[in-house]
């Protein structure tokens, strides 16, 4: 018989399924976690699998969830109810269970990158509108995208200044009510996003950190016209000979601990170097590409390559064959620029490879023990930072495990989640430290690290371990070898023809 009208409800179910996942993201997102094996080698290594906190959130059981959501999607699509709320929140959920480390790619015997995965995820999010709004989040990605410097200044007052202070006293009061002290001694597991009072308290339950930089380097140099190119080096020693960089100090490194960029251009001026500094404030585009707005972190890549394209027509008569960062999320984001295209036969490296490879290094400090936190995004690529650390300092440097919780704008947008990666970082610290004192409670411990955004979430364990003092290692070697008082100094050096300002 003719069998053409035949209804049978799973091949037909198929044939619907396989035109939505071609023609939708959904498919590129079932066809990444199509392989996964279940063997759950991911879980050691990923951040946000806690298990004293939640046993929930692993890369093998965020693949499975998000595979029982596609299928929900495809069922719903198909039926013509339209895809549940209660889903979407759900998938959101999973989606910001994740650090975007990648960490999880190298274990895995079928090479699923769940960071690539879940960057995905929040992308069909956004497209779908229903990404749900965090008014922190939106400020912190609105601070980071701005070019303007007055209105950086505006929001540095706002958000550094007025914000980190309120939140700084918001923990005190906190803590002298009892209300935060269970939260961090056993973070409550997580299934969605918590009520708006637990979220508050996790919020406030570690203390951003203070006494932050007044102006950003750009401002105390006085290179804030998008329209020059500085160029910084020492009179006394530059000659025809004197290597160019360019160094690209990105949002963390400029706008909020504006002493890293400028110990980053103290040293390269130090060892005779010409740095090139891009023309204005700018962002390298992780930031937006990360958080799920994949055509602003395009568009921000596209305008950058085009204005770097402008400064070497512009600076051609230099032979630039270095690019410096000094910020993981930086180097992970301009590996995609093709600098080779713009400065010919240049490299991409990061500040404290580039100082070890001229030699820079201390004699050991006195009077302090050192630990390194490794970033997430670690922007040594061609030695481990941990040997990099130990080198530059000239004496030993522990390695302080696990990641700090900050994530850019996690700690703001799920503090619920950072509270849980906290809890295992804290234990790591506490482990590391009391390695190092041996002891002896009145050893100074300082915690070294090469990621603003790690500069910040260390800062929150300041006073955690019988207090820990956190910093970065180019700030480090700077203080030592350039003195106390390296900053200032630098300024005023720089300020006093030090920099020659070249129009585009």
Not at 18 to 42: N, P, Y
Not at 345 to 360: F, N, P, Q
Not at 463 to 472: H, L, R, T
Request: overall charge neutral; some cysteine.
């Amino acid at each position: 018989g003719n069998l053409d009208n035949a209804y049978t409800p799973s091949f037909n179910l198929m044939g619907h399924e396989s035109i939505i996942m071609e023609q939708t993201d959904v498919g590129d997102i079932a066809h990444d976690i199509k392989d996964c094996l279940r063997c759950g080698k991911c879980k050691p290594v990923c951040s946000t699998h806690v298990p004293r906190a939640n046993l929930l959130y692993s890369p093998r059981n965020k693949i499975l969830s998000t595979s029982l959501l596609i299928e929900a999607f495809l069922y719903e699509e198909q039926t013509r109810r339209g895809v549940s709320l209660a889903h979407w929140a759900e998938f959101e959920d999973v989606a910001d269970h994740c650090t975007i480390c990648h960490k999880c790619e190298k274990p895995c015997p079928v090479d699923i990158d769940f960071g690539d995965v879940s960057i995905k995820m929040r992308n069909l999010l956004r497209k779908q509108g229903k990404k749900s709004f965090n008014p922190g989040k939106a400020a912190a990605m609105a601070f980071l995208t701005i070019k303007d410097p007055a209105t950086i200044k505006a929001m540095r007052v706002g958000m550094m200044d007025w914000g980190y202070k309120a939140q700084r006293w918001a923990h005190e009061m906190g803590k002298k009510f009892g209300l935060i002290q269970p939260q961090v001694k056993a973070p409550p597991a997580t299934l969605g996003k918590a009520p708006i009072k637990a979220q508050v308290i996790h919020f406030i339950n570690k203390p951003m950190p203070g006494n932050l930089p007044k102006r950003t380097s750009r401002a105390l140099l006085d290179i804030e016209d998008d329209k020059v190119i500085p160029v910084i080096r020492d009179p006394q020693k530059a000659n025809g000979e004197s290597e160019a960089v360019f160094y690209f100090p990105g949002c963390g490194s400029e706008r909020l601990f504006s002493q890293v960029g400028l110990a980053t251009q103290a040293m390269l001026y130090h060892v005779g170097a010409q740095t090139v500094l891009p023309p204005g404030y700018l962002c390298c585009g992780y930031p937006q590409t990360a958080a799920g707005e994949e055509d602003k972190g395009q568009k921000i890549t596209t305008d950058n390559r085009v204005l770097f394209h402008r400064v070497a027509n512009t600076l051609n008569y230099l032979d630039i064959k270095t690019v410096i960062v000094s910020c993981g999320t930086c180097m992970d984001q301009l590996q995609k620029y093709e600098f080779e295209r713009i400065f010919p036969g240049c490299r991409l490296l990061d500040i404290h490879e580039y100082l070890m490879e001229k030699g820079v290094k201390l004699d050991g400090a006195q009077g302090v023990k050192y630990m390194y936190h490794e970033p997430c995004h670690t922007p040594m690529k061609v030695h481990s930072g941990i040997k990099v650390a130990n080198e530059l300092m000239g004496t030993r440097v522990d390695l302080s495990d696990r990641c700090c919780g900050e994530s850019g704008t996690l700690a703001v947008a799920r503090p619920d989640i950072s509270t849980q990666v906290r809890f295992r970082k804290q234990e790591e610290i506490e482990k590391g430290a009391a390695a190092l004192r041996e002891g002896d409670a009145s050893v100074k411990v300082k915690m070294l690290t090469s990621c603003p955004s790690c500069l910040q979430g260390m800062h929150r364990y300041a006073n955690d371990a019988g207090g820990i003092e956190p910093d970065y290692i180019v700030v480090e070697l700077a203080k030592h070898l350039l003195g106390e008082n390296w900053l200032p100094d630098y300024v005023a050096k720089a300020n006093s023809g030090g920099i020659e300002r070249v129009l585009l």
